[in-house]
């Protein structure tokens, strides 16, 4: 009743185009936005910022950047944590050998860095898909780890190789509060979700995605192959690496290469493949599971055993969260095997038709 | 709208656990260790020990002054993203938030290094975490006490040359360093290059990457070095792994020095036979032939209370190892209430002041029932670990035998060592060090 488009016309080009052609879709994000950036500063307090909302923007812009490879490019990857640690551990050297650049800067070179080591390891894409692809960016992920825990001018000759992110300041602006740090974090994301968001809707985007579908027949139309995968490989390492950036600046403060494993890389895949293959929302929605949903039943637990004064073994309701959690990602992938984002859309059409459906 | 209610039920539930403790004469130790992982069984055992000492201490005395303990446990599976979590989680519960942290893993405590220190709630790694922490004058809210792991590898050269018949006759020996390829594995790697230019021995760093279930070719090498120690520095299932491959190579066993997180039991028994011999290093004993230890049982398990399912464990190494983390933070606590009132609860602030004048000497130890169990303790605002001395045990093919006395460590070495790399950090960050004679 109150979600329908009816009497809503669209008289341009332009407002055919737009990301939200339901005016009713504008004002909710409008009204999203506004409270990310305004009431949830002023409600939110310091748990709910450093320890919830900020890993979980990160972990959504890195796997974004994961589904602009898998989801739109097909190209299956194994190497987030990787582009995630170049992005790191650059950033905090172009901060620390060029102070001069600023945090924003060398957050866009780190993500560069990322991109090229991308396009490096997107080399075999050009022969092999599939889960053959996967193997070879494994490759890079074990590379990328042995570098940084070899090399000493990475972590600027660290014994233990661990290296904490100098302050963040943008033109004498410190962002050293959590409320100050999330702002920032979810500035970045939000103009890069947005800038995927367009990226995806233009020739580039559908490139990448006839190469997707068939990649014989993308070549057959004109576009060109090498390109189009490398490209795929470079802006999906560029944003990891930035997310990586954050992840040490805004996140941590201090990285060790160890918290970029290969476990990372599978943690982000999951929450592609629960979110939504190949949907800027589902990213979203896929970090939002993964990453708040084991928080939310270890607190739950907590909560039952002191409602009730129920003394359960704490190892039992450890391993309990872990099997809830596995049976929960099953459910859901039965329930809707294309992701959260598909049930998200299901919901919406359902809503149009409400009350009344035929 | 499911995102909506699952939010509220999160607000809810975390706003009610916090006021159901928040009443006055309570103590909050946050219990973040992990019950689950590939570490569980070191996480479990040393969670067990440090809750049931805070336990008897509630039982026996009813807290310290009248101030009971109050913890609650969190589950960090030795993920640093966990560990923040949980930090965030518990540094606010309790009538003065979080009394202090104990991390239980060098990352974690790496990342919460600033924030504790922004949060003015003491940082405190027992045997683990960074190493140069022990620098007080730039490190004011963490402690690595009792022994870093430089001043730990001192002592285990020392012991080497003990064996040898004096520090000189190490000249020309070959020391093989089999480490954890993480943070953990490579932190002494430059203590024991200062050391091999110092003593004249050479030393190879082999890395085993993690977890550390393959070594075939770390100990071919290490047949062909033929050292005459290995290092072990491992973690986990790595220990049990290199002991076995250690038999296989023909490698004495009685020749491997493990750190102390190689020397529990859960590190020799699935070796085996092959772990007859292996000799680690300590900073507390295992055994349950001590009165702290004979309290627990009295004041906690023969009321049906207590942390550990499988009795047999009380008393293991990394059991003994979280009552001897607990010991430290009650006696950290009482000597925080004699400055600044008996019988309230102390804020973490007030609890840094306590670690850092806190003085166990032998006598108090034996008052507390547990002289030999751990070592005296005396921490300044210099000196952050206080301790420094290891005690070595070898695995007679059924439990630990503690082979030396408090092996002291190399300070003269370690300590400039120390310092330089505090300054260092200094000198990143823009911190400026306290005048450790203007503390009181």
């Given at each position: 009743m109150l979600y329908r488009e009816a009497g809503q016309f669209k008289a341009t080009y332009a407002q055919d185009q737009q990301i939200f052609p339901i005016r009713q879709d504008r004002i909710a994000f409008a009204l999203l936005l506004a409270a990310a950036f305004i009431v949830v500063p002023l409600i939110a307090n310091q748990y709910w910022l450093s320890a919830i909302l900020t890993p979980f923007l990160i972990l959504s812009l890195a796997t974004l950047g994961l589904n602009i490879l898998t989801g739109y490019a097909g190209q299956l990857s194994l190497g987030t944590a990787a582009f995630m640690a170049v992005g790191a551990f650059m950033a905090y050297n172009f901060v620390l050998r060029m102070p001069w650049l600023g945090v924003i800067p060398s957050f866009i070179l780190a993500g560069l860095c990322a991109a090229a080591v991308g396009i490096v390891f997107g080399l075999p894409s050009l022969r092999i898909k599939g889960f053959y692809l996967a193997v070879a960016t494994l490759a890079c992920q074990f590379f990328v780890l042995w570098a940084i825990q070899r090399i000493g001018w990475i972590t600027n000759y660290s014994a233990s190789g661990v290296i904490t992110a100098q302050k963040i300041e943008i033109f004498a602006y410190a962002f050293d509060t959590p409320v100050r740090k999330y702002l920032l974090t979810l500035a970045i994301v939000a103009v890069m979700a947005l800038l995927a968001k367009n990226l995806m809707r233009s020739e580039t985007g559908r490139a990448f995605m006839a190469v997707r579908d068939m990649d014989v027949a993308a070549s057959v139309i004109g576009i060109p192959i090498m390109k189009t995968k490398l490209l795929a490989f470079a802006i999906s390492s560029f944003y990891c690496g930035v997310a990586g950036g954050l992840y040490a600046y805004?996140?941590?403060?201090t990285v060790e290469p160890e918290a970029f494993t290969l476990d990372l890389s599978f943690r982000i895949l999951f929450m592609v493949i629960i979110g939504g293959v190949g949907s800027i929302l589902g990213s979203f929605m896929g970090a939002a599971f993964i990453t708040l949903l084991p928080i939310f039943l270890s607190v739950l637990f907590g909560g039952i055993s002191h409602a009730t004064g129920m003394e359960i073994s704490h190892a039992v309701v450890s391993n309990l969260e872990v099997i809830i959690f596995g049976g929960l990602i099953i459910f859901f992938l039965i329930v809707e095997p294309q992701g959260l984002a598909r049930l998200w859309q299901i919901a919406k059409e359902k809503l149009r038709l409400w009350p009344f459906p035929h | 709208m499911k995102r909506t209610t699952l939010a509220l039920a999160l607000v809810a539930s975390v706003g009610f656990s916090a006021g159901a403790l928040a009443q006055a004469k309570e103590q909050f130790v946050p219990a973040n260790y992990y019950w689950v992982g590939p570490y569980a069984a070191s996480g479990s055992g040393i969670a067990g020990g440090a809750i049931d000492y805070l336990q008897m201490l509630n039982e026996r005395d009813g807290g310290i002054n009248g101030v009971k303990f109050t913890w609650e446990k969190c589950e960090t599976e030795y993920n640093n993203a966990r560990g923040v979590e949980c930090y965030e989680r518990s540094k606010?519960?309790?009538?003065?938030?979080?009394?202090?942290?104990?991390?239980?893993?060098t990352g974690i405590t790496y990342s919460l290094i600033e924030k504790g220190t922004a949060d003015r709630i003491p940082i405190v790694s027992v045997g683990y975490g960074?190493?140069?922490?022990?620098?007080?004058?730039?490190?004011?809210?963490?402690f690595p006490l009792i022994t870093n792991y430089w001043s730990q590898n001192t002592a285990k050269i020392k012991f080497m040359g003990m064996k040898a018949g004096g520090m000189d006759k190490l000249k020309g020996k070959k020391i093989v360093n089999l480490y954890h390829d993480s943070a953990y594995g490579k932190e002494t790697t430059p203590v024991l290059d200062a050391q091999a230019k110092m003593y004249g021995f050479q030393v190879t760093h082999l890395a085993v990457p993690h977890p550390g279930n393959e070594q075939q070719a770390q100990w071919l090498q290490i047949r062909q070095i033929q050292p005459d120690w290995v290092i072990l520095r491992g973690w986990g299932v790595m220990n049990p792994t290199a002991i076995k491959a250690a038999q296989r190579a023909g490698y004495p066993r009685d020749k491997i020095v493990g750190v102390w997180w190689a020397g529990a039991e859960e590190d020799t028994i699935p070796a085996g036979d092959a772990a007859k011999g292996y000799i680690a290093a300590a900073f507390n004993v295992s055994g349950t032939n001590y009165p702290v230890i004979q309290d627990i049982m009295k004041h906690v398990y023969a009321k049906?209370?207590?942390?550990?399912?499988?009795?047999?464990?009380?008393?293991?190494a990394y059991y003994n190892r979280g009552v001897v983390f607990s010991i430290i933070t009650s006696e950290a606590v009482r000597k925080a209430q004699e400055h600044f009132g008996k019988g309230k609860p102390m804020t973490g602030e007030q609890v840094r002041w306590g670690l850092e004048n806190l003085s166990i000497d032998n006598a108090y130890l034996k008052k507390l029932g547990a002289s030999d169990f751990m070592q005296p303790l005396k921490v300044s605002c210099m000196d952050h670990e206080g301790g420094g001395a290891v005690k070595f045990q070898q695995w007679d093919g059924k439990q630990w035998k503690v082979i030396t006395d408090w092996i002291s460590s190399d300070q003269k070495l370690v300590r400039p060592m120390i310092e330089a790399s505090a300054a260092q950090y200094a000198k990143e960050k823009g911190i400026t060090p306290r005048d450790c004679s203007k503390e009181k």
């Open positions: 805004t996140y941590l403060g | 606010k519960k309790g009538p003065t938030g979080a009394t202090l942290i104990h991390p239980l893993s960074r190493t140069d922490a022990s620098d007080g004058r730039i490190f004011p809210y963490v049906g209370k207590g942390e550990m399912d499988d009795k047999s464990r009380i008393g293991s």
